[in-house]
């Protein structure tokens, strides 16, 4: 399965991008720029809650209703 953000969600992805959970961040990855972030989820304000179809967690925007 593959999940793609809807347009509305453009500034969620920017919110995570170039960061990583792995500390220390590995030298290839620091190289261009990623920075170690704990709460990567937190980060985006995102929150996770079960899948409707999947077992997988799902997301969902803490700024958008549910």
Avoid: W
């Avoid at 453009?10 to 190289?31: E, I, K, Q, S």
């Amino acid at each position: 399965m593959i999940n793609l953000p809807a347009s509305h969600q453009v500034d969620v992805v920017y919110r995570m991008a170039l960061t990583t959970g792995r500390f220390p961040v590995p030298a290839d990855n620091a190289a261009v720029g990623y920075r170690h972030e704990a709460d990567k989820m937190g980060r985006a304000e995102l929150h996770s809650r079960p899948g409707d179809t999947v077992r997988a967690l799902a997301t969902r925007s803490s700024s958008r209703p549910g």
